[in-house]
């Protein structure tokens, strides 16, 4: 158990539907990172947040959006839904972020399935 | 920009045999961490080991072990006496220091370890 909680573990939902997906990070961890996984991509790094903060951005749609909130828990809200956002979404935390020397421990994923 | 490759789709391995795991990177960068995560099939993403690139040391973390050799920008992932529960896919990531790639994590494609009792 790496200490970083996602809910929920399996989604499904209609294309056109808008889904947020939700994040507790490990107990002192600053940094809360959100990742794709899926067949066609690999895994890729969507966006990173630090103590409230964006600070880092990768490959995320303009559909999709997310926060970090003041009890540092983040949700990835996913808008406009295609059945290409099917896919493993995780999160993963850190303390801070952004050390080379930091290592990113992942929650369990949540399945999301757009019909 | 940083690449990782995983040239091995799949490996099999017998119980109790040592295997290793390929994986090298591009980067120009001179400040790096490499980074080697084991995803069961259940998907969870599990931490299994860290190597700086001015580490002057291989990393080790009990049966597993990275053989870094910077020259060749490879990270190769070495599991010794093999247990069936190893059975997973293994990815190789790269973080670089700071720029627009701030605490990005680069992930390879994977590779499929099955251990054979």
């Known amino acids: 158990d790496s200490g970083v909680t996602q809910t929920p573990k399996h989604l499904i939902t209609a294309t056109g539907q808008r889904v947020t997906l939700r994040c507790s990070p490990r107990?002192?961890?600053?940094?809360v990172y959100w990742y794709q996984q899926s067949l066609d991509q690999g895994l890729q790094f969507l966006i990173q947040y630090y103590n409230g903060e964006e600070r880092a951005k990768g490959n995320i749609l303009e559909r999709f959006s997310a926060q970090q909130f003041p009890d540092l828990h983040s949700e990835l809200n996913l808008s406009s839904l295609e059945l290409g956002d099917s896919a493993l979404y995780f999160c993963a935390s850190s303390v801070e972020g952004g050390s080379i020397r930091e290592t990113q421990y992942f929650g369990p994923g949540t399945r999301l399935l757009v019909l | 920009a940083q690449k990782i490759t995983q040239t091995q789709p799949g490996m099999f391995v017998q119980e109790k045999e040592a295997v290793t795991l390929d994986c090298t990177y591009d980067t120009s960068d001179q400040s790096y961490g490499l980074f080697w995560y084991k995803q069961p099939s259940s998907g969870e993403m599990i931490f299994l080991i860290y190597?700086?690139?001015?580490?002057?040391q291989n990393a080790t973390e009990g049966r597993y072990s990275l053989n870094f050799q910077k020259a060749r920008k490879s990270a190769n992932l070495v599991i010794s006496a093999s247990q069936l529960g190893d059975s997973a896919m293994y990815f190789c990531a790269m973080i670089r220091a700071g720029g627009t790639s701030y605490g990005k994590l680069t992930f390879g494609q994977g590779t499929i370890l099955t251990v054979h009792p």
């Open positions: 190597q700086g690139s001015y580490d002057e």
């Open positions: 107990s002192g961890d600053l940094s």
